[in-house]
């Protein structure tokens, strides 16, 4: 298998809450709702960087299409990282995240591994870790 993710679906409870968190609250450009002439294919598509995209997608219609039960959601299944330039804008991304209804889980904090990191959790509980990482900066 190739690293080819260009995708990341987030299951959730309430689209137009999740849209709006993204969307208004935390600033991501998104056409909105697309899909809704489909039986379960309401979703929403948020571009993250060139070739990766995060969909929203109602747990209903993911367990659907997967052919599973939906079952409860863990948010220490895994983590969404957004590596920021600097320690002010982890702290920025961190208030933003907050104004938006976001729940922080783990204040912005100095690191063992040498950065500066806190974690938020989305509206379904999804954990989003915001870093900044000095052997790591983006581009």
């Known amino acids: 298998m190739k690293p080819r993710i260009t995708l990341i679906t987030l299951g959730v409870d309430n689209l137009e809450a999740s849209l709006t968190f993204y969307r208004d609250g935390l600033g991501l450009a998104t056409p909105g709702i697309v899909g809704t ?3 379960n294919g309401a979703v929403v598509f948020i571009d993250l960087q060139p070739g990766l ?4 997608w109602p747990r209903q219609s993911l367990a659907k299409d997967a052919g599973l039960a939906v079952s409860p959601p863990s948010p220490t299944d895994f983590t969404l990282a957004h590596n920021v330039s600097s320690r002010d804008e982890v702290d920025a ?18 690191t063992f591994w040498g950065g500066y990191a806190g974690y938020f959790q989305d509206p379904d509980r999804h954990l989003w870790e915001v870093a900044w990482n000095p052997q790591l900066l983006p581009e």
């Open 37 to 39: 002439e489909f039986e």
């Open 53 to 56: 995209r995060l969909a929203l």
């Open 93 to 110: 991304v961190m208030d933003q995240a907050k104004r938006a209804g976001a729940t922080i889980v783990k204040l912005a904090q100095d």
